[in-house]
């Protein structure tokens, strides 16, 4: 099959031919319909999420079930599916007291017999929980859930990740109450996902702060009630200004330490910041202790959006087909795997909300 390989940092993925294992007994084939593309993906590329190499990226995928392992129960061929690289064990203490996103057991992301699911010419290719930037995928059976037929496969890819995220961020992470005061900083794919949950959550104030214009309104489209440019003035200021003294819930939807500690000067007192955005593994942020302790504001940390993701995804998949969750507008470009690279520089650029891997 053709795969787009990672296989030296800050250099453009390479497409190639990469041989897949058949399914073992709890395994799932899939060949994969669409991959969105995430900032975590160019976070790795970039080394700022450490990566054996050479490795196929890619973990925002939907696809259609082709052949399934011998003990496969929940799949069969032809169905279609969300991937979700929060796999889960359901023995654990994570999975036993309902936080399976934090369970990621190595066995179920890699086979541990040794053998590998990707190979070239017999050697091992590292896969990325997932591996979706490639024509098939091989995963054990609980790194996939089965959605409707009638969802469009290129919109359900979104969910695999980044809407999952950022709508989980609000509404499981924070659990944002009607009527909360809120700010979503950085209006990619997570961020506009975060918003479209403060919305879903009836948040009486979503406010979006992005440095793009053109982002701005697509997240007044989506339900941004006031939006402020980073770029003009100071967007700390600017929050307190609009809400008389701050928001219930400030999310960090980038990444970068200033952004972070915006997030946390954003929030009211008794409010939160929630950290969605992925700081580079060897960056710190040093944040005020005696702001957060006497203004008794939260920082929360917010994994893949705190998901259960066999009740979620197909939760949001309902969302979309009732019209609650917007994902239309939330697609710039459909590409093909030939693409993939300047995909990547578009993110880099800002030019995208997201871009998606459609495959024939
Ligand atoms: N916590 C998790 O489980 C999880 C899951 C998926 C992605 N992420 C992370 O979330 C972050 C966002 O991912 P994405 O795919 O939406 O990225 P993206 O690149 O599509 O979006 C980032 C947005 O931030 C804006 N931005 C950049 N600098 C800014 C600044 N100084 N002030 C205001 N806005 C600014 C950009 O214009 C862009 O709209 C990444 O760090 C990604 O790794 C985290
Ligand atoms: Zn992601
Ligand atoms: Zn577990």
């Given at each position: 099959m053709k795969a787009a390989v990672l296989r030296e940092l800050n250099a453009p993925l390479t497409i190639e031919n990469v041989d897949i294992d058949k399914p073992g007994p709890n395994e799932v084939l899939t060949r994969t319909a669409a991959s969105g593309i995430c900032h975590s993906d160019l976070h790795i590329i970039e080394g700022g999420i450490p990566m054996a190499m050479p490795c196929i990226l890619g973990h925002e995928p939907s696809g259609i079930v082709e052949a399934v392992g011998s003990d496969v129960k929940d799949f069969k061929p032809g169905d279609h599916v969300i991937g979700c690289l929060n796999a889960w064990c359901g023995t654990c203490n994570y999975c036993l007291t309902g936080?399976?996103?934090?369970?990621?057991?190595p066995e179920m992301l890699m086979r541990l017999d040794g053998t590998s699911r990707l190979t070239q010419g017999g050697s091992p290719v590292v896969q990325f929980?997932?591996?979706?930037?490639?024509?098939q995928m091989l995963t054990h059976e609980r790194a996939l859930v089965k959605i409707k037929d009638e969802m469009p496969l290129d919109r359900a890819?979104?969910?695999?990740c980044g809407v999952t995220t950022g709508i989980g961020a609000a509404l499981?992470?924070?659990?944002v109450e009607p009527g909360a005061t809120t700010a979503i900083i950085g209006c990619g794919g997570v961020g506009l996902s975060a918003l479209q949950g403060c919305r879903i959550a009836g948040a009486g104030r979503i406010i979006a702060v992005d440095t793009m214009d053109w982002k701005l309104e697509l997240a007044r489209d989506l339900g941004a009630t006031d939006v402020v440019n980073?770029?003009?003035?100071d967007a700390v200021a600017q929050v307190q200004e609009l809400t008389g003294g701050g928001v219930d819930y400030a999310f960090e939807?980038?990444?970068?330490q200033p952004t972070i500690k915006q997030a946390v000067g954003m929030a009211a007192k008794g409010g939160a910041a929630v950290l969605v955005g992925v700081l580079p593994i060897d960056q710190e942020v040093s944040l005020s202790a005696s702001e957060i302790t006497l203004q008794e504001k939260r920082v929360l940390g917010s994994f893949m959006g705190s998901n259960a993701f066999r009740r979620d995804m197909p939760q949001y998949v309902d969302y979309y087909l009732d019209g609650r969750l917007r994902l239309d507008e939330m697609i710039s470009k459909r590409i093909s795997l030939d693409e993939i690279n300047p995909a990547f520089d578009a993110m880099r650029g800002g030019e995208v909300a997201r871009s998606v891997i459609v495959f024939d």
């Open positions: 936080r399976p996103h934090l369970c990621m057991p929980a997932l591996s979706s930037f490639a024509e890819s979104l969910i695999g499981r992470t924070a659990k980073g770029t003009e003035g939807c980038i990444g970068l």
